[in-house]
């Protein structure tokens, strides 16, 4: 028997949700189409619940979408029974309510050095600080909102390191399988920047302690690397950055391991789906704050969210310059238009119930808040004078074709 259920009419105006900029309030989006939602038609549940995400534009829009709502947002996640491999152990075994889902920080008995980076290689303003704050960002993001257009010169420096940083990300997605720990693909991608002359970007940035971030099912981004074995089930975000010839290169992908759930499977589908659809509306003249637009409706007609606290980056010679570039709807902050010659990624990280965000005491993982997980892609885009080219796109991808269109590289 498919359970039945109704928005109720509430008439306390809910707030509206969290952004990465201001408290400016702006129209909450129905949860199910992303049209513009009615502040009286609020899930039942998530009103009891305190979940303010909740608003739909029709009672036949909740209703159709109820099923799906129901699995995203009133499931419980797993609670944890990890037993940890001998020599391990979790640090925030004594934190109160540190974790919301299963995944434990699993640490090495005997710490693992900072792996070090040959004399020889160039180093990013920020690796020889000691708090690893690179001065120069944040010199340009307090003189410049609208992005950096590059010469020639400078993007065929983006192009090179753009083409290293994908290559690097393709051989720890080979690595991948049960039983292999993120330490290990940690010193897989280190090594394998190392051999490209190239300097991994993350490594020291604002004491960022590894040379990639690793997410691991709950966990929406910057991962820690650590002993944990993968299991079958997981899906793993593998992120890598190089900064080589001067200029960085970002690019990351989510990954299944073994047998994964299906509806997993299709949080990956659709996060995938929502990047590529917002590259191929990449061109100059288009405002950066209408890229959220395509992403979040994609998302929320699957019943995911897309997360607001990250966002999507400009990237030249610094790691995170201007612009941001949210992923949800209806921002109200975010400023400047593409231009030709323009360097920025889109990074969509999509949850598959609450897009709310917490982090665990290391100061870097953050997860989702109930619990479930989370998928993101990740491309360093240049918009050329006709569209855009995908600068750190796997060797033969080429966009997917929308209505029996042909992709373009």
Known sequence: MVEQ????????KPKPRPTVTTSTSYAVPCMNCGKPGDSKLMCPKCQKEGIRDGIFCSQQCFSDNWKAHKLAYHTKAAVSDYKFPEGTYDPFANVPNHYTGPLRAVYPDVPV???????HIPKPDYATEVKGRSMTEMISRSRDRFGKVLNKEEIEGMRKVCRLSREVLDIAAAALRPGITTLEIDEIVHSACIERDAYPSPLGYRMFPRSVCTSINEIICHGIPDARPLESGDVINIDVSLFHGGFHGDVNATYPVGDVFPRNLELLATSRRSLDESIRACKPGVYFKDIGGIIEPIVTEKGFSTNRTYVGHGIN?????APDIPHYAGSKTTIGKMKAGMTFTIEPMICTGLQQDIHWKDNWTAATQDGKPSAQFEETLLVTETGVEVLTAAPGWVLPPLEGRKGRK
């Open 5 to 12: 259920q109704y928005a109720v009419e509430t008439f306390e």
């Open 113 to 119: 050095p900072k792996r070090e980076v040959p004399a």
């Open 317 to 321: 010679q610094l790691f995170h310059p």
